[in-house]
């Protein structure tokens, strides 16, 4: 349930921002730096605005990589299972057991990451890494806290002697 998780209005949250940031790294040192200094860091929030989606492609997947893939995986979980049966066995029976489980879980592996290329018909055939970033990162306080954080960033030197709440 949702119901610990205190909801923010746009217009409080303009309020109780301590600081802007540019980057996420840098609203995550500014929050590290709070925690090391004592602030009760249950009472932040990182808030990223304007999100957009980041697909970064890799590379190309033939149906010849989509199996090999499949074959390590496939390897690894072969080697699992047969390090399970091995427990099993006596003398030097086990390496056999791991070596054919290792195999077979190499050659099922193979033959599904085979077939599930085959089955998109070229629609996906790129791998890709997908992350969420923001324009801007706020650093919002609740209850009543947000004086204190920006006192105690400010003599920690993150932020401006006078500024307003932007960091970049």
């Known amino acids: 349930m949702l119901r610990n998780i205190p909801m ?44 957009r989606l980041i697909e970064r492609v890799t590379g190309r997947v033939t149906t010849a990589r989509a199996a090999g893939a499949g074959a390590l995986s496939g390897l690894w979980a072969g080697l699992l299972i047969g390090a399970l049966l091995a427990l099993f066995t006596t003398g030097h029976a086990w390496l056999g057991v791991v070596a054919v489980a290792a195999g077979f879980g190499a050659l099922w592996g193979a033959v599904f990451g085979f077939v599930a290329h085959a089955g998109t018909r070229g629609q996906r055939d790129f791998s890709s890494v997908r992350r969420l970033a923001a324009s801007r990162y706020d650093l919002i306080a609740r209850e009543r806290t947000v004086d204190r954080a920006r006192a105690m960033l400010r003599d920690a030197g993150l932020l401006p002697e006078n500024g307003g709440p932007t960091l970049r």
Request: aromatic share 10%; proline share 5%.
């Open 8 to 51: 923010l209005n746009p217009i409080s949250a303009a309020w109780n921002t301590v600081a802007r940031f540019d980057d996420y790294e840098a609203a995550q040192r500014a929050v590290d730096r709070l925690s090391d200094d004592g602030f009760p860091v249950g009472k932040l929030d990182i808030v990223g605005t304007d999100l």
